[in-house]
C-alpha cells in the first residue's frame, strides 16, 4: 500500500474487520429481505466507537482521523452496504457538520446522542425536482418571532424514518441563489415534520430511504445552523466527505465480491478442472484486483489529504467517481463468475451488484463528480 499506515490504524482496520465479519455479515442476506433497519448494528457500532469517529472526544466521541474512518466504513460495507449507507450518511455529513458548523449549544445536545447511536442522523437536501442542481430547492423557511417555519418536501432521504435529527436546507431567500439557502437542525418528532413514501429500492433495502415533508414545521431560531445562507455551503462541505464515504464503500462492497468470485472459482469445476485455472477468468480477477487497489488508493489519497488540513473536494470527487463506477463493474464481474448461480440469492454476489447500483447515484451522479473535477483543473489551467 502506497499511503503508510500507522500502527493505530492498522489495528483499526482489523479490529473492525473482525467485527464486521463475525457480527454484520451473518444477518446481512436476511435483512435485505425483510428491510429491516439494522438499529441493534448501531448500538454495537457505538460502543465501538464507530457512530462518534467524526465527533471530538469532549462530546463522546472518538475523534478519528479521516483515513482510520474510511478503513472502518470500508470494512462495515464489505459486510454489509446497508449498514453503512447509514454510518456513512451518519459520520460523515451530519455529525461532521455539527461539529464544524454548529454552537457549542448544538453540539452538547445533539453531538453526544449522536456519538453513542442513540439517535441517528439524516441529511435532507434533494427534492422531487432539484437533485443535481439543489439550488432548484423549494423548501422555504420564513421567520415568525423566535422560530423558523418550515414547509416542503424532501426525498430520498436517508434515515429519514429511523433518524433522530435531520438537517434540512431550505430557503430564507429565493433571490440570492445559493447564499439565500440556510441549514436547520430539525429533531425527529417536532410537530410538522413526517415522514411520507418510503422507497422500495433495489438495493440498500435495509436502509430506509423516505419523503419528509414539511407543514407549518416551527422550530426555534436556535437550530439554524450556521448563518443565514450558509446552507448550500454546508451541504457542499458535507457532501465533499460524504463523498469519501462513497468511495469507501464501494471499495468495501467491491473487495467482498472479489473475495466472494475467488471462493467460488477454486472449488467449482468445469471441464475437469477448477475454473480458477482458466486464464481467461485470472485475467478478469486480476483486472478486479487493479481496480479495486486502485480506487482504495484514490479513497485513502483523499481521506489523507483532509488530515492533513488540504482541500480535498477533487480528491474525494476523483474517489468517489473512480470507486463507485468501479463497484459497479466488480460485482458483475462477479455474478459472471459465478455462472446461472451469481444471479440467484443462493450467493451473496447478486445483492452485491444491487447494493452497489446507487452508487454512481447518490452524493453527486458520476456525471456531477465529471463537473466537479473538470471545473477544478480548468481553473487550475487559468493560473
Ligand atoms: N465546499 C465549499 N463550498 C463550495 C463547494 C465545496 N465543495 N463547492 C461549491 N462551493 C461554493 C462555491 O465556493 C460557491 O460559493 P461563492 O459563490 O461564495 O464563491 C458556491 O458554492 C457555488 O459554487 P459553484 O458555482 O461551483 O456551484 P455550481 O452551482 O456551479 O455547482 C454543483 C455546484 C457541483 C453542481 C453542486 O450543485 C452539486 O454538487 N450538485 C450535486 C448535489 C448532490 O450531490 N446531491 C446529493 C444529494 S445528498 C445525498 O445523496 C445524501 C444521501 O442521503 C445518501
Known sequence: MSLQLTKEQKLVQTMIREFSRKVIAPT?????LTKEFPAENFQKMAELGL????????????????????????????????????MSVHNSIVCETITRYGTEDQKKKFLVPLADAEIIGAFALTEPEAGSDPVAQETTAVVDGDEYVLNGTKRFITSGKNGGVVIVTAQTDKSKGHKGISAFLVPQGTTGMSVGHMEDKIGLR?????????????????????????GFKIAMTGL??????????????????????VKYARKRKQFGQSIAKFQGLRF?????????????????????????????????????????EMVNKVTAQA????????????????RFYRDARVFTIYEGTS?????????????????
Not at 446481512?28 to 435485505?32: I, Q, T
Not at 469532549?58 to 454489509?80: H, K, M, P, Q, T
Not at 456525471?367 to 493560473?383: C, F, G, T, Y
Open 206 to 230: 435495509a436502509s430506509d430511504t423516505v419523503d419528509l415533508m414539511f407543514e407549518n414545521c416551527r422550530i426555534p431560531k436556535d437550530n439554524l445552523l450556521g448563518k443565514e445562507g450558509d
Open 335 to 350: 455474478i459472471q463468475m459465478h455462472g446461472g448461480y451469481g444471479v440467484t440469492k443462493d450467493y451473496p454476489v447478486e
Open 367 to 383: 456525471e456531477i463528480q465529471r463537473i466537479v473535477i473538470s471545473n477544478h483543473i480548468l481553473k487550475d489551467k487559468k493560473k
Open 51 to 86: 457512530m462518534g469517529m467524526t465527533i471530538p472526544e469532549e462530546y463522546n466521541g472518538e475523534g478519528s482521523d479521516a483515513v482510520s474512518y474510511v478503513l472502518a466504513l470500508s470494512e462495515i460495507a464489505y459486510s454489509c452496504a446497508s449498514t453503512a449507507v447509514v
Open 284 to 324: 478478469i480477477f486480476a483486472d478486479m484486483a487493479v481496480n479495486i487497489e486502485a480506487a482504495r488508493q484514490l479513497m485513502l489519497s483523499a481521506a489523507a489529504m483532509k488530515d492533513r488540513g488540504e482541500n480535498f473536494s477533487l480528491q474525494a470527487s476523483m474517489a468517489k467517481l473512480f470507486a463507485s
Open 240 to 261: 465533499d466527505s460524504g463523498r469519501i464515504g462513497i468511495a469507501a464503500q464501494s471499495v468495501g462492497v467491491a473487495q467482498a465480491a472479489l473475495d466472494e468470485a
Open 28 to 32: 446481512a442476506a436476511e435483512r435485505d
